[in-house]
């Protein structure tokens, strides 16, 4: 006979939940909706931050513990130069004007990703903002900026090599539970919810090793259009799914049942 496992109690209460504890969208469509307005691609994104504000505070109302938004990814950086620029501004802009709102409603920010690259202004509003918030125990907002799946789960590989190389642990100690409190996000739980807007059905390097179990919602609505009703809408997706984190059905239901 094979190795049987028992059901961890984690997935047990993953399984009965219907609300997600963590959810992470890739806000994409904000070009589109500007061009078929006959708008700058700029104004998109512009209006993509009223969207932000409202499924933000629509999370933190609802008790959601962490909401996850793909804002600039590692390979946003090869778009037009000017395009590049205006988002910066925006990133900047908005977090100085928006941070002390969070602030207010104990909402706690985050940004994850290499912000080593960001022009200095850019890094020090992040830093302000997660200053400000860091005691607040409300939702937990990340924002992942010049952020890449594949550069979070590299950088992980490279501190436990580090600890190799140290001599503080073996090659073969190196396993999925050791890597996991070097990612990025190492202290939030998996996002159970992933959306992504504007049509596209794919991950573009977003969180690779956190969303090994999320739930995927697509949908063709454009970010700028992405409402308190359309996350109702996924939200109530999200609550028929049955989550069998490898398990059977029945075995799902028995839980559910318990
Ligand atoms: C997503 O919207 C926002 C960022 C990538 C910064 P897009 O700018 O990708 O919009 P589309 O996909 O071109 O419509
Ligand atoms: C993903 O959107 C990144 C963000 C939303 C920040 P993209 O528009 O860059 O993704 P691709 O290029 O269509 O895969
Ligand atoms: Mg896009």
Redesign the pocket.
């Known amino acids: 006979m094979s190795k049987h496992e028992e059901i961890p109690a984690a997935v047990g209460d993953r399984i009965r939940r219907s609300l997600p504890r963590h959810i992470a969208i890739?806000?994409?469509g904000n070009g589109r909706w500007a061009q078929a307005r006959g708008l700058p691609r700029h104004r998109g994104h512009k209006a993509g931050v009223e969207a932000v504000r409202g499924v933000v505070e629509q999370c933190a109302s609802k008790g959601v513990e962490a909401l996850t938004l793909?804002?600039?990814?590692s390979?946003?950086w090869r778009r037009p130069r000017t395009e590049v620029r205006l988002l910066m501004e925006l990133f900047i802009a908005t977090l100085g004007r928006e941070a002390r709102r969070l602030h207010r409603n104990n909402v706690r920010l985050r940004v994850i990703g290499d912000r080593d690259a960001f022009p200095a202004r850019l890094r020090e509003r992040i830093r302000d903002a997660e200053d400000l918030t860091a005691g607040n125990s409300g939702l937990t907002f990340v924002i992942a900026g010049n952020y890449g799946g594949r550069w979070d789960i590299a950088h992980a590989a490279r501190r436990l090599a580090e600890r190799v190389e140290a001599g503080e642990l073996a090659a073969r100690d190196v396993t999925p539970e050791r890597l996991r409190p070097h990612l990025s996000s190492h202290d939030l739980p998996d996002p159970d919810l992933f959306i992504r807007t504007?049509g596209?059905q794919?991950i573009?390097n977003?969180l690779l090793w956190q969303l090994a179990y999320a739930e995927l919602y697509f949908t063709e609505v454009l970010w700028p259009d992405f409402d308190a009703r359309e996350l109702e809408h996924a939200l109530d997706w999200f609550s028929r799914r049955q989550r069998r984190f490898g398990l059977t059905g029945q075995q799902v239901e028995a839980i559910k049942g318990a």
């Open positions: 890739i806000m994409d793909f804002a600039f990814s390979e946003n504007g596209e794919r573009s977003f």
